[in-house]
């Protein structure tokens, strides 16, 4: 996989691929390459303008491409649930559980989960138990992807205070939400194994790459200056967003995956770093922690898987 890079990615024509936060930075050109490659894509986003932008940008870089925007509020199950009774097709091949919010000062989702946790985290695992029979449906080559990051190491979930209402910490909320993309993973890998599914979950991580997830935050409470900074941040260490959807997009369609894969970039900065099998912190792999997660998150979001 050493120097993998999107024009290695194979056909895609015939296969239908959901991208949430496809608006922007990684999840924008996870988009637009899967179109490049064939795919039908359903671009996931809760602001309609932007996502209707978005399908403008993606449809100019692959003209003739079979691409929709659909609006998704992942902080909002009422959305989520919208989102997958009006999806068309009976089949979907790739879901890419990109959206993401980070380091946010304490807020709550509609539903009233922190809003890290309820976006990362429940608002994807909601979703892809309304996905999977669809999932099913594709056979070979369905996978769910969903991104997660280096700073997953931060934290794991704490089983008895998942919406951190004892002591918000506005980074260690993120490294756990995180680390709950990784064992929701972990979890649903085992699962889809159990029942003999070719369904494969797989997680990915992009490093540091320039994109709105840095300044989201600090613009949320008008911090101007520190904006800045993280903007200055970004021109100087981070890498492209383009780099930076690599392991997604190899996560969604390289042969060489395996149930519970995790890929990123070799190093996390600036330069063009390939993609390789990522480290991961020993508690995402934690089969009681992933099995107590799974089932709280059953119940806080009312989604209930079915196996068959
Ligand atoms: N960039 C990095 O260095 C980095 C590092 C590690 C991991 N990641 C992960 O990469 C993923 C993509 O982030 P990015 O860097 O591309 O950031 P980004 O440019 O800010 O994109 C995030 C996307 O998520 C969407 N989103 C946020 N809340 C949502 C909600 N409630 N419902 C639906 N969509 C929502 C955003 O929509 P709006 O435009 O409407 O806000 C945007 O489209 C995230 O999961 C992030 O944690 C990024």
């Known amino acids: 996989m050493t120097g993998w890079n999107a024009s290695e990615i194979p056909d895609q024509s015939g296969r239908t691929a959901v991208v949430t936060g496809a608006n922007s930075g990684i999840g924008l050109v996870t988009a637009r390459e899967l179109a490049r490659r064939g795919a039908r894509v359903i671009l996931a986003c809760r602001d309609a ?43 979907l091949d790739l879901l890419i559980n990109n959206a993401g919010v980070m380091a946010l000062p304490q807020r709550r989702t509609v539903d009233g989960f922190e809003m890290q946790f309820g976006t990362n985290h429940l608002g994807h695992f909601a979703l892809t138990g309304l996905l999977l029979p669809r ?46 993309n990784l064992l929701f993973t972990h979890e649903l890998a085992q699962r889809l194994t159990a029942e003999g599914s070719r369904v494969v979950a797989v997680a990915a991580h992009p490093g540091y790459a320039a994109t709105n997830l840095q300044t989201a935050g600090v613009r949320m409470e008008g911090r101007e200056v520190a904006e800045r900074i993280v903007e200055l941040g970004n021109r100087l260490f981070a890498q492209s967003p383009e780099n930076g959807a690599l392991p997604t997009l190899y ?58």
């Open 49 to 91: 303008t932007r996502g209707k932008a978005a399908e403008e940008r993606v449809r100019a870089a692959a003209p003739g491409a079979d691409v929709q925007f659909a609006p998704l509020d992942l902080a909002d199950l009422s959305s989520v649930r919208a989102f997958a009774a009006d999806l068309p097709g009976d089949r």
């Open 135 to 180: 999932l099913r449906e594709a056979g070979h080559g369905a996978r769910v992807v969903t991104v997660s990051s280096g700073l997953h190491v931060l934290g794991t979930v704490d089983p008895r205070d998942l919406n951190m209402e004892h002591r918000y910490r506005r980074w260690i909320a993120y490294g756990r939400s995180k680390s709950a």
């Open 251 to 308: 996560a969604a369609t390289s042969q060489d995956v395996r149930q519970d894969d995790y890929f990123g970039p070799r190093f996390e900065f600036r330069s063009r770093t390939p993609t390789r099998r990522a480290v991961r912190a020993p508690w995402t792999r934690n089969d009681r922690a992933s099995a107590g997660l799974w089932a709280a998150s059953e119940r806080l979001t009312g989604v209930t898987y079915t196996w068959v």
